[in-house]
């Protein structure tokens, strides 16, 4: 027996009979999370936050107070310590020094690799970033998705309707606002990765949007007497296998890469496994049932009147 033999493409779901609880559900997930990004924040990584980010490994395995010992003999503020791998010889040391230029960031470095020492410690990786650098990172990411966002409704809107533009829009804020909101419950790492990270998200998104539109426009013109609620869950039905096992497929890679792909991935590969998810869940109950509050048909019937105004002439 096939583990998912339920999935066909005869499936007959009511997934608009539950629009009102997920319409509920939806707006506290995206109250909440801009509830935790206003009290929170980002956990900003050295991309946006500016200072010191070193991997090191060291031949035995780590005490991470003696090492902080030393390390504080640096002139260096907020300073923390993780260890990574599983090992307990490799660590991480963060240090947000925003008030110190490059040079001085140098400096720094290099005295945190004399106190520690070159024959005990490997140290595998080392980056700077000043705080005027940062910032214009922090913004460029936010600018970048924004524009993102607006560029793929922009082309929904092109190809379909504006109706359906604004459920990819609506859909795609919906899935970016509460997995950064998810980013900043759990303080994980929100860096130049994670804004890749969210705008491969949206790209998933909307590609499992299209693809619903693309039947629910094809339902309208086949099935002109179907009252339209039926008519989107028909749709949604349609097309739910190759939902499930095109979502099923990618969520598999990306969990694989959560748990194998270490802390320096850790922040991408979640913001990943929880796209596919989210993403998957909002082309249903946010981009789709969003359309019941419009008038489909009609929409449709008035473009085939302006492209064929004289109906079929025999």
């Not at 936050?49 to 504080?72: A, F, W």
């Not at 099923?248 to 890679?253: D, E, V």
């Amino acid at each position: 027996m096939r583990l998912f033999s339920w999935v066909t493409k005869d499936t007959n779901i009511n997934f608009m009979g539950a629009r009102t609880f997920t319409y509920a559900f939806s707006i506290i997930l995206f109250v909440l999370a801009i509830a935790c990004i206003s009290i929170k924040g980002f956990n900003y990584g050295i991309d946006f936050s500016g200072g010191i980010l070193m991997e090191v490994k060291s031949t035995q395995k780590v005490n991470l107070e003696d090492i902080r010992e030393k390390i504080n003999q640096v002139d260096l503020d907020d300073v923390n310590l993780q260890t990574i791998g599983e090992t307990g010889t490799e660590f991480m040391i963060r240090a947000q020094a925003k008030e110190l230029n490059e040079k001085e960031q140098m400096a720094a470095v290099n005295k945190i690799k004399q106190v520690l020492g070159t024959d005990t410690f490997e140290f595998q990786r080392v980056e700077l970033v000043g705080p005027q650098v940062g910032d214009e990172l922090k913004k460029a990411g936010v600018i970048a998705s924004i524009i993102a966002m607006l560029a793929i409704s922009a082309y929904i809107w092109f190809r379909f309707e504006w109706q359906f533009a604004l459920g990819a829009f609506l859909g795609l804020v919906h899935d970016v606002v509460i997995t950064v909101g998810l980013l900043s419950i759990f303080d994980m790492d929100f860096s130049l990765t994670t804004v890749a990270a969210i705008l491969t998200l949206a790209g998933y998104s909307v590609n499992d949007t299209v693809v619903t539109y693309d039947r629910i426009r094809e339902n309208l013109r086949k099935f002109k007497k179907m009252p339209q609620v039926e008519l989107l869950n028909k749709s949604i039905n349609d097309i739910f296998s190759r939902t499930i096992l095109t979502g099923l497929t990618t969520f598999l890679a990306a969990l694989a890469l959560f748990v194998f792909g270490g802390d320096t991935l850790r922040s991408f590969s979640f913001t990943i496994v929880w796209g596919v998810i989210v993403g998957t869940y909002s082309s249903i109950y946010v981009s789709t049932v969003l359309l019941n509050f419009f008038d489909l048909r009609a929409t449709i019937e008035a473009q085939e009147h302006v492209a064929n105004p004289f109906g079929n002439v025999d």
